[in-house]
């Protein structure tokens, strides 16, 4: 029975087991800094802390980090990777991955998701549920799409930006770097590295 280890006993990391399950694993266990004190997430036990895991890394089946927070995922996914530890990739059995797009280690792609024809994403980022990635996006490392948001063709986000729930971003936008875009904008022109944009159309947040 293959055996996932899940770093961060999160919500996010209970969407991640629930995906990994549903996929063909066989059974998930879960690293958290907040162990020994945190013993538990949902039905899952929660068994060791970071160090834990990147000792144990190489006798386990995958590893992958279930972190929402860009910035936060990033780092632990480099320290498992600095360790060689096997980092997978998840995809949920009712998500669409289009053959013809690449995605990096750790990533992972929830229930109703799409990613189309020609997309490349880097290691550890998010699709989430319901989102979508259209033809020809070019995602960064550790970038989070968040639920039902939509990214158009030829779109290139940049590394650990955050797509907010239910947000769209129209076709050939150039999303910086370290950017979060909140909940229901509508991005229509390009967004420098490290703002703060919502609304609709999306503007930083220095301007409201
Ligand atoms: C954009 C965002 C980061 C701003 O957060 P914040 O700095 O804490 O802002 P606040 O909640 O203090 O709101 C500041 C003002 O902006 C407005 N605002 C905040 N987010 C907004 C949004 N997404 N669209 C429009 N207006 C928004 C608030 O109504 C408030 O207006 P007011 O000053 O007139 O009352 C946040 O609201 C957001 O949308 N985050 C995305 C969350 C998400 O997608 N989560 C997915 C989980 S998987």
Known sequence: MKRLAILGASGHGKVVAD???ASGWGEVVFFDDRWPSLQSVG?????GDTSRILEQAPDTDGVIVGIGDCQARATKHALL???NAPIVVIVHPMAWVSPRCRIGAGSVVMAGAVVNVGATLGEACIINTGATVDH????GFAVHVAPGANVSGQVAVGDRSWIGVGAC???GIRVGAGVMVGAG?????DVEDGLTVFGCPARPSRSF
């Open 169 to 171: 971003v129209r076709q």
């Open 43 to 47: 039905e899952w036990p929660v068994v």
């Open 136 to 139: 020809d996006c070019n995602l």
């Open 185 to 189: 904008s509508v991005v229509v022109a």
């Open 81 to 83: 990777s600095d360790a």
């Open 19 to 21: 995906a990994a399950l």
